[in-house]
């Protein structure tokens, strides 16, 4: 298993941008496809992104595509989600998870090992 933290969140204007970090312990980070999942008050968790083990392949929501880019470095055991063009919907929890599915699967049951998270907080 891996354990993940995210870090980065934080207040920002509406049209701003946020970078959120989501780094891994353990050795089989190179092994998992990781993804991107955000939980606004009242509302189920959604998906955001997510990508390959190799980087090779990344898949969005469409609420978020062309705005946020997801990323990872396995040498830093880290992955990334640079968000721009915020808006004040994109407020929520940010979580990143471990998938063992390599295709770039957007179910939330495909991804375990979840971080404490890290809030975003968007203003109009």
């Known amino acids: 298993q891996v354990q993940l933290v995210e870090s980065g969140g934080g207040l920002v204007q509406a049209g701003g941008s946020l970078r959120l970090s989501c780094a891994a312990s353990?050795?089989?980070?190179?092994?998992?496809?990781m993804g991107w999942f955000r939980q606004a008050p009242g509302k189920e968790r959604e998906f955001v992104a997510a990508?390959?083990?190799?980087?090779?392949?990344?898949v969005y929501a469409d609420s978020v595509k062309g705005r946020f880019t997801i990323s990872r470095d396995n040498a830093m055991n880290t992955v990334y989600l640079q968000m721009n063009s915020l808006k004040f919907e994109d407020t929520a929890v940010y979580y990143c998870?471990?998938?063992?599915?390599?295709?770039?699967?957007?179910?939330?049951?495909?991804?375990?090992?979840w971080g404490p998270g890290t809030q975003v907080t968007v203003s109009s």
């Open positions: 353990g050795r089989t980070f190179m092994s998992y496809a």
């Open positions: 998870g471990a998938s063992e599915f390599s295709g770039g699967s957007k179910r939330l049951a495909d991804f375990h090992s």
């Open positions: 990508i390959s083990w190799s980087g090779g392949r990344t």
